[in-house]
């Protein structure tokens, strides 16, 4: 809680403190430290937004590759252009994380409705309780053209790479039971000399960010060893076989 202040304080600031300001505005170092100011707010605004507008030049559905042979040491890569969403001051990880499969998959949706749809407040998170109890397969399935494939358990890499490397590719959704919990979105996978990554989305990048230190929150490359260190619910939404 902060101090109370009346008007007074707040308007007439200390008359030394006033002098000093002056002095330090009218000075080189004062003009200097504005610039500087600046620059880091500029710095802390990029990383922030994090996405370049070109990454989102794309259409939801399609996918990046990179085979062996290609210039530079990665021997397999592949990246599904899944849009990219951020959750700003909610709790609603696992809905952004719907929503962004979702559209990729031509849907529509908002993680606002997923909430309402569930009557969820913004900050009331999707538990494991309400994915046990089928409430993702309850909602999708106002589609009839989609399915939920739901398995618990952080499976193996090539489990991930094989929904990449699908016929009709599909990223995963993966939610960790336990502390932390959160939710992401795998998107993408890279095999470099013999190490295993994973491209995912954070829908806050409190794990991207804050644990892996990736400096992203879309398309954040994250290790293997990195990202098996957690218990994940793993969720697929599919197009079902005409």
Known sequence: MGRNLSAESLNSPPLADLQSR???????????????????ALLATASYLNV?????????????????????????????RVPYLNQ??????????????????????????????????????????????????????????LSVEQRLGTGTFEYYKSQID???????????????????????????DDEFYLYVHDPSGFLTESTWKTGRKAFAKVSWEQFSRFNWVRLVVRQKAA
Request: net charge negative.
């Open 52 to 80: 370049s507008s070109s990454q989102f030049d794309f259409v939801a559905g399609s996918s990046i590759e990179n085979e062996a042979g290609a210039p530079g040491k990665t021997s397999a890569e592949k990246v599904l």
């Open 166 to 192: 699908a016929s009709v590719p599909e990223p995963v959704i993966v939610s960790s039971y336990g502390l932390p919990g959160h939710t992401l979105v795998v998107v993408g996978y890279a095999i470099e």
């Open 88 to 145: 700003g001051l909610t709790n609603w990880c696992y809905h952004y994380a719907l929503s962004m499969v979702l559209q990729y998959n031509g849907k529509n949706v908002t993680a606002r409705q997923i909430g309402e749809a569930h009557n969820h407040g913004p900050q009331r998170a999707m538990s494991l309780l309400d994915l046990i109890l089928g409430w993702v397969n309850a909602y999708v399935a106002q589609w009839p053209e």
């Open 22 to 40: 002056q002095r330090l505005a009218t000075s080189g170092m004062g003009r200097w430290l504005l610039g500087l100011g600046v620059i880091f």
